[in-house]
């Protein structure tokens, strides 16, 4: 999916967090972006997939402009079309991994046990399926999100600081999954990131700060 931001900004009040914030995510491309703690990235991310709103500029997807639909429509058009990581996981405590990670499905209408399976074991979590999340180590809960946001094979995903709370060790091999995934699926990823090592993974590396966004 192209994703196409244009001289977007974004205030609380009187402040502003982004200005004039304008790129492009290509197909199959993955950006990340970098930049100081509070500039906005998580912001940034979050209008990206239309969880947030903004003040000025667009936001377009493959020719859908998100800040045109209401909210129902922006929920559907996000159930189809994006994955979302987070850092701090946000796996549901009282589902199993299975059930954790078929949910994107199930919001669509689809059953496909198999297709969890398989995407269970290519995450490296093969026979895991029945775990309650109390039960795994947080590498492995990030590794579940990684399925959950990729199951329904989204053109995007999006991912916010998603090594940001592993070890170095567990941080490379998560991305290494992150990674591996997203190119065999051909989906676009925007990866925000503190970590200069994942950061250099990237196709391309964007800056961001008050006054906007550059590579
Ligand atoms: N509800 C709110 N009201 C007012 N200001 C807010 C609100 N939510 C976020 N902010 C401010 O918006 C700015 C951007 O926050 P955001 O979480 O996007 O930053 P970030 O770049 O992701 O930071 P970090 O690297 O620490 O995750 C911050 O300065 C924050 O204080
Ligand atoms: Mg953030």
Not at 8 to 13: F, N, V
Not at 14 to 38: C, K, M, N, Y
Not at 163 to 192: E, F, I, K, W, Y
Request: glycine share 10%; hydrophobic share 45%.
């Amino acid at each position: 999916m192209t994703l196409r931001i244009t001289d977007l900004g974004k205030r609380y009040a009187e402040t502003p967090v982004f200005e004039h914030v304008t790129l492009e995510v290509a197909d199959g491309e993955f950006v990340a972006i970098v930049g100081e703690s509070g500039v906005g990235k998580s912001t940034l991310l979050n209008c990206m997939a239309g969880l947030d709103s903004w003040d000025a500029g667009r936001v377009v997807h493959d020719g859908t402009d998100i800040g045109m639909l209401d909210a129902d429509a922006r929920a559907l058009w996000r159930r189809r079309h994006v994955g979302f990581v987070f850092q701090a996981f946000h796996v549901l405590p009282h589902l199993d991994v299975a059930q954790n990670v078929a949910l994107p499905l199930m919001l669509l209408g689809r059953n496909d046990p198999p297709r969890v399976a398989g995407m269970l074991d290519a995450v490296g979590l093969a026979g895991l399926g029945p775990r309650l999340p109390q039960q795994l180590s947080g590498g492995q809960l990030q590794r579940v999100a990684i399925a959950r946001a990729l199951i329904h094979a989204p053109a995007l995903l999006l991912a916010d600081e998603p090594t940001g709370n592993l070890d170095p060790g567990t941080a490379a091999r998560v991305m290494d999954v992150l990674l591996s995934q997203t190119r065999a699926q051909g989906a676009s990823l925007v990866l925000v990131t503190h970590s200069e090592t994942a950061a250099a993974r990237a196709d391309r590396v964007l800056h961001l700060s008050a006054e906007g966004i550059r590579v």
